[in-house]
């Protein structure tokens, strides 16, 4: 049983249930302003798609990002996305020269990832009881399990799935544990991971995977890129030590079982393009958008203390 630990940055933002009543719309504008991105459609156009005035699509927006849709769409243009992954680029060659993880000086939360032994791989989970809940968040409804050792799942769901599907993927990631309903259970993790005022600093969240060595590996490198970071499959697997492997760490990336703490949607293409995403592309979009603001801004606020 071997344990790493990394930093992530705490979401400094409103309650997840405001916010998750929001997530339909944004996500739709964010889709309409990537789809129609070389026309540069004014506010009042993406207003009208989501079927509001210009002033509260404008207040919505703002809520959700922390900036105007006008500036969000350009944290997504190609051109940006490179200029990102150099910058991610060079932040974790320095982190690598003075023996600190380049996340730890963006992010504010303990992430500690305990990966299962290989006998407890094998057994699937036999004699582990698995609490989960259905809860908002940002970017729509998640999924989040977790046992006495630590978040052992969260996935993002479809509005269109039926609930009885839900629990399904958690399933097949465990197949011989014991699997309990229990969102009272997971609440307070949900608040930590989207609501600033219960993310505390300095009190580790415990992960505990079930994988491979190599995915084991691969998911924390992961976790090694900043909030507002990107990195490339080519990149990943040079940072794991196999840099022939890109397919392979691709898979892995694919194959992650805890979203959003452990960043798979931070890896896009070598073009600049944010490639798919398990739990859809404009999801992916509103994630790494979202992030890039939040990074900005907490630069900006660096910037002002210093002065």
């Known amino acids: 049983m071997t344990t790493t630990t990394a930093l992530v940055r705490r979401a400094s933002i409103p309650s997840g249930d405001v916010l998750a009543r929001d997530y339909a719309r944004i996500a739709r504008a964010i889709e309409y302003l990537r789809r129609h991105a070389p026309a540069q459609p004014d506010l009042s156009a993406v207003a009208r798609h989501v079927h509001l005035s210009e002033y509260h699509f404008q207040r919505l927006f703002t809520r959700w990002a922390g900036v105007s849709p006008k500036r969000f769409l ?7 996305a490179k200029a990102r992954l150099a910058r991610s680029g060079s932040v974790l060659e320095v982190a690598d020269g003075v023996g600190l993880s380049g996340s730890g000086r963006l992010h504010e939360l303990f992430v500690t990832i305990e990966a299962m032994s290989p006998g407890e791989f094998k057994a699937g989970g036999a004699g582990l009881i698995i609490r989960y809940g259905i809860h908002d968040s940002p970017f729509g409804a998640c999924l989040i399990a977790a046992t006495p050792r630590g978040i052992c799942g ?23 544990a014991l699997l309990k309903l229990d969102a009272a259970a997971t609440a307070p993790l949900a608040e930590r991971l989207f609501d600033s005022v219960a993310a505390y600093p300095g009190r580790p969240l415990s992960l505990l995977v079930r994988g491979t060595n190599f995915q084991v590996q691969v998911w924390r490198a992961l976790l090694e890129v900043p909030v507002g970071g990107l990195t490339t499959y080519r990149d990943l697997a040079q940072r794991v030590g196999h840099p022939a492997a890109a397919r392979a760490v691709g898979n892995a990336v694919a194959s992650n079982p805890i979203a959003w703490l452990i ?9 600049g393009e944010f490639g798919n995403y398990r739990w859809g592309e404009p999801r992916k979009a509103a994630m790494l958008g ?18």
């Not at 960043?263 to 073009?271: A, D, K, L, S």
Request: hydrophobic share 35%.
């Open 74 to 80: 350009q944290y997504l243009t190609v051109e940006q």
């Open 263 to 271: 960043p798979c949607h931070r890896v896009i293409r070598e073009t």
């Open 290 to 307: 979202w992030e890039a603001a939040q990074a900005t801004a907490a630069g900006r606020k660096a910037v002002e203390r210093r002065l």
């Open 154 to 176: 969260m996935h993002f769901l479809e509005c269109e799935r039926p609930r009885e599907e839900d629990g399904a993927a958690l399933r097949r990631l465990w197949p011989t």
